[in-house]
């Protein structure tokens, strides 16, 4: 799989302005060090003059044992400096770079392979092109309010058993387990019901937790979905020549494909549903799909091998109530 470099430039980009800002902020650790213990800053000009004498001996004398001892000698400074440090009420490691990811040092990979934090910055990335940082905000697990669902007797669904309230409970009980099991199950969900029930809410909800625990997690309406494999197919002429955003369509931790059934429908939306559904499974990702579909028009708007994936493999969770957008 070829992998282009739409959004990796950017990323790069990120990755140098994090690893830019470590040095600026241990630049002013150091000048607050040296004022309070200039003890420390002769020792730090001891060591670069020590080392900068000998390469220069090395080198202009062809006389490589000139470094000998050298390593040794500086970690012995660097020894007396930590117990400096220490006895001026610093943290012992308060003159080393600090990195926000400790696997790659910041540099996006390790080895070749693209790091975790590589993923997650890719996944922020293409949230905001989607807008769904801005929904995440606002629609997470502390600010989900069940009470809006109605306890009313009379609005119990027959083949749930419960009343829109008691069900959206047993929904977001499930969605919890369901982020709590992520590492180990990677499972996946259908979420259906009518429009404006809390469908999308509860897919945030997913989506922020995952996220805050450093998950990379890819957000599309069906639209935008089927759009962005179908541009870049065509346009490429070249199926496996797959932009970094199409592939991340395959890869990431979770994809959540919103309002499935929106889109508009052709045999190549039949298609590229399964591929993607199938590839995901047989990768051991996780996918997320809400849909106002019953199961008989996913059937008939796609195929029966692709509702026969969904149905073995996801977790359904029907969401009842009235719609949500048009209460006071
Ligand atoms: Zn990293």
Known sequence: MHIRNDYTDLIIAQFDEIRRNAHYALDERRRQVYDKCPEIKELDIMVARNSFDRAKRSILHDDPSALDGLDEENR?????????????????????????????KDTGYVGNVPCSCFKKALSRLLLKDSNMMRLLETQNFDTFDASLFSDDPAEKDDTLGATPYKNILSVLAEAKQFVRDFDKKHGNILIYGQTGVGKTFISSC????????????????????FG????????????????????????????????????????????ALFDVINERLLAGKSTIISTNLSFEEIIDSYSERTYSRIYKHYDMFKIIGTDLRTMP
């Open 76 to 104: 012995s400074i660097a020894a007396e400096k930590e117990k400096l440090l220490v006895a001026n009420g610093f943290p012992s490691d308060y003159l080393k770079l600090r990195y926000e990811c400790d696997k790659c």
């Open 206 to 225: 997913i989506a922020k937790a995952l996220l805050d625990s450093s998950h990379s997690v890819l957000y599309h309406t069906a639209s935008t979905l």
């Open 228 to 271: 962005t494999l179908e541009n870049k197919r065509f346009r490429n002429g070249d199926p496996d020549a797959l932009s970094k955003e199409e592939a991340h369509i395959f890869e990431c931790d979770l994809l959540i494909i919103d309002d499935l059934g929106s889109e508009f429908y052709t045999q190549f939306t039949a298609s």
